[in-house]
């Protein structure tokens, strides 16, 4: 009896947590669905019982949102494979190859952790201006071609490896571009999979820099695109919803496809498995 | 640029104190005729990084230090004037400074005690074999698919002094807006970014949970613990550490809080949500680049420290723990 009641109360505390946590998304969506008048209305509509698809067709052509959208894909696309490529060539060199001063340059990769992005920002965008890249894509991608975080989590990974593999692989002569390839690549799928779902995440999500590398709409990506929504009037309040879940969908479609990577990047190192 | 105050950078560091950076056993050199060769892979292979790190990392954090040392002009076509560490002087003891970093440290009471403490309630609650339960685990996860800006503009808009819902809810439709009230500003971006953060603490403290050995709670269940107690004498000191570091991290990641406050308030009204980073945004914004980069260097130190403490403590807990 306690039991049941036990089981009964928990799902009520989970319902309660749920609406809690699951409103602000819910109403975003109900409401991309109404007419401006019908959002003003009070009370206010909870369920669209004829939903109006128009605002979304207009986050698009009002608000530039397909633009946006673009811009944010071959930024973030571009960070991700960047910072996969230089973080499996570095972490490679540190576990596998012997070369002088190995251990000072792991250590001055892991110095990059403790410097956050906004001591650097002002250097930063002189630096840009000087390369002539003020609001172009390399601005927005070349800064963050390379990763602390990578080298560190996929060097862990490599080191897992176990050592007679290098050896046996050496003996059949394989180079070390073709150990990494064919042996290391695919022994580590799972981690270098986290890492990128990790960095994906992170470069699309990033809000400062591309505020202060770029002010034109033709390279700004969606966080900044969502600056221009949100000032919308309040007669497309419909609008900026639609705009702001058309912003958030890759990643709410990214969340469900890699829920297991994104989970093991988000707590990498943080719980002692 | 790097992407510290980001969690997995914490916690790398955090191994690194733990001396997880030894080198593989066993991997020695073999034959010296390679080792010419060795090195050229291996430079080649960290260059990419190392050049990206060097160009915009290193050079821009002693660039910063060392634009602390000019004195901006007011007027754009007079040169920036050396002036030692009189601008450190003036800036780190104005009002301005120590009012914003309050601020700072009010949005940090503000959002990091109470998103742990809900991210451990939600991950306990959801932390039980029943039916449905990865809907739910599911949802509560779902925040992380939102960044800090489409967090900021649902909020906004729902806070909309003339139509939005939750000024209707609270009965102030019509008014000024709570993103106008200087009482409750800074609790509502606080807010804002507690939602938006929930998915990852309750991913985290999900994960934590599910790391503790059963047989610990079994034992205690045998000898006699309620629910209550087992949570409080064997969950939450296991999860301690989880804890620990969703501390520092949240701590980072809230002096590092930027767009909620360039979307919500604009460091308004009247200054009272214009926390350390926000304060440095608008003096970069006037072109005050000394200011700015006496600023970004105590930004710099501070979030330093809250690492170095992450650094040490996970020292402890391995060699002690």
Not at chain 1, 49 to 59: D, S, T, V
Not at chain 2, 185 to 203: D, E, K, R
Request: charged fraction near 10%; aromatic fraction near 14%.
């Amino acid at each position: 009896m306690g039991r049941h009641w036990g089981r009964t109360g928990r799902y009520a505390l989970l319902a309660v947590a749920a609406v809690v946590v699951g409103f602000p998304i819910y109403i975003t969506v109900v409401n991309s669905l109404l007419t401006p008048q019908q959002i003003a209305h009070r009370p206010p509509t909870l369920f669209p019982l004829h939903p109006q698809w128009g605002a979304f067709g207009q986050a698009f052509t009002t608000a530039h949102l397909g633009l946006y959208l673009r811009n944010s894909a071959v930024v973030t696309v571009s960070i991700t494979v960047a910072e996969l490529v230089t973080s499996v060539l570095a972490a490679y060199a540190f576990t596998f190859v012997q070369f002088p001063f190995r251990r000072v340059l792991f250590f001055v990769c892991l110095a990059t952790l403790m410097v956050p992005m906004e001591a650097t920002l002002i250097p930063n965008r002189q630096t840009i201006g000087a390369f002539g890249w003020y609001n172009t894509f390399p601005a927005l991608i070349v800064p963050f071609m390379a990763s602390g975080v990578g080298v560190f989590l996929l060097r862990q990974a490599f080191l897992q490896l176990p050592h007679d593999l290098h050896d046996a692989a050496t003996l059949d002569g394989y180079g070390h571009l073709r150990f990494l390839m064919r042996v290391v690549v695919p022994l580590n799928r799972p981690i270098i999979a986290a890492f990128g779902v990790y960095a994906f995440l992170t470069a699309w999500n990033q809000y400062l820099w591309p505020l202060i590398a770029t002010d034109s709409d033709s390279v700004r990506t969606v966080q900044i695109g969502l600056r221009q929504l949100q000032s919308l009037s309040i007669d497309q309040i419909n609008v900026i919803f639609a705009g702001t879940l058309l912003a958030a969908l890759p990643i709410f479609v990214l969340l469900l496809a890699f829920q297991k990577q994104l989970v093991r990047g988000l707590t990498a190192g943080a719980v002692k498995g | 640029m790097s992407d510290a105050g980001l969690a997995p950078g914490v916690a790398a560091l955090g191994e690194v104190a733990a001396g997880a950076s030894g080198d593989a056993p066993g991997r020695r050199r073999r034959r010296l005729g390679r080792s010419g060769r060795d090195a050229a892979v291996g430079y080649l292979f960290v260059l990419p990084a190392m050049a990206v790190f060097a160009v915009f990392v290193f050079y821009p954090l002693l660039r910063t230090f060392w634009l602390g040392f000019f004195r901006v002009a007011p007027y754009p076509t007079i040169p920036s004037k050396f002036v030692g560490l009189s601008q450190y002087r003036s800036v780190l003891t104005s009002h301005d400074f120590w009012a914003s970093l309050g601020r700072t440290v009010e949005f940090v009471l503000l959002t990091v005690p109470i998103g742990i403490v809900l991210g451990v309630a939600l991950a306990s609650l959801a932390d039980a074999r029943i039916r449905g339960i990865r809907f739910f685990r599911t949802l509560y996860s779902s925040t992380v698919a939102t960044s800090v800006a489409v967090a900021s503009v649902i909020f906004f808009t729902l806070l909309n002094p003339t139509v939005g819902l939750f000024s209707y809810w609270l009965g102030i439709e019509g008014g000024n807006g709570i993103l106008q009230s200087n009482t409750w500003a800074l609790p509502a971006v606080a807010t804002v970014t507690v939602w938006q953060n929930i998915g990852f603490t309750f991913i985290l403290m999900s994960a934590a949970l599910q790391a503790i050995p059963e047989d610990l709670l079994e034992a205690a269940r045998i000898d006699g613990a309620g629910g209550r107690s087992r949570f409080w004498r064997v969950t939450l000191p296991l999860l301690s550490p989880t804890v620990f570091f969703a501390g520092v991290v949240g701590i980072i990641a809230s002096f590092q809080a930027f767009g909620q406050i360039d979307l919500l308030t604009q460091g308004g009204p009247d200054n009272h949500t214009n926390v350390l980073i926000y304060y440095l945004y608008t003096s970069f914004q006037n072109n005050d680049f000394g200011q700015a980069s006496v600023l970004a260097v105590a930004l710099f130190l501070i979030l330093l420290a809250v690492t170095l403490v992450q650094f040490r403590f996970v020292e402890r807990r391995v060699f002690y723990g």
